[in-house]
């Protein structure tokens, strides 16, 4: 039985290093917004959560359930690993692999409520958040 190389070895830790399918392995999208999610009081006294998926999706959502509430995306890109949408039907922000992140990825979303500012598994429970 021949023992595996120095060589064999270094690059099978280069591979799983530099997989993008890897990166996020065993974590869901939903896992990745929560985890990028920070939310803090502002000045005027609104929430304000700012949300980082990845290495390129960035959005805030201040004031969220409040008639002058906005949502900002300073970094969202079909083409990178994470962007997001905002739904017309149920005002949720929908977070969902992008292009970069691999096919078998694309069904994983996360979706964020513009009410509340919080983030759910399914747009059935985002819609109907309070």
Same mark, same amino acid.
């Given at each position: 039985?021949?023992?595996p190389t120095r060589f064999t070895l270094l690059m099978v830790v280069l591979l799983v290093?530099?997989?993008?399918?890897?990166?996020?392995?065993?974590?869901?999208?939903?896992?990745?917004?929560?985890?990028?999610?920070?939310?803090?009081?502002?000045?005027?006294?609104?929430?304000?959560?700012?949300?980082?998926?990845?290495?390129?999706?960035?959005?805030?959502?201040?004031?969220?359930?409040?008639?002058?509430?906005?949502?900002?995306?300073?970094?969202?890109?079909?083409?990178?690993?994470?962007? /997001?949408? *905002? &739904?017309?039907? @149920? #005002?949720? !922000?929908?977070?969902?692999?992008?292009?970069? +992140?691999?096919? =078998?990825?694309?069904?994983?979303? /996360?979706? *964020? &409520?513009?009410? @509340? #500012?919080? !983030?759910?598994?399914?747009?059935?429970?985002? +819609?109907?958040? =309070?």
């Amino acid at each position: 039985m021949r023992r595996p190389t120095r060589f064999t070895l270094l690059m099978v830790v280069l591979l799983v290093a530099l997989s993008p399918s890897l990166t996020a392995q065993g974590r869901t999208t939903y896992d990745l917004v929560v985890a990028g999610m920070r939310c803090s009081q502002n000045s005027r006294g609104d929430l304000e959560c700012d949300y980082r998926v990845g290495r390129s999706l960035y959005f805030t959502i201040v004031a969220p359930g409040k008639p002058d509430g906005s949502i900002y995306f300073y970094s969202a890109s079909v083409q990178s690993d994470y962007f /997001a949408v *905002v &739904s017309l039907s @149920n #005002g949720c !922000v929908i977070v969902r692999p992008g292009q970069s +992140s691999g096919e =078998k990825r694309q069904v994983d979303l /996360a979706f *964020v &409520s513009t009410r @509340n #500012g919080k !983030v759910y598994r399914t747009a059935r429970d985002c +819609s109907q958040a =309070k």
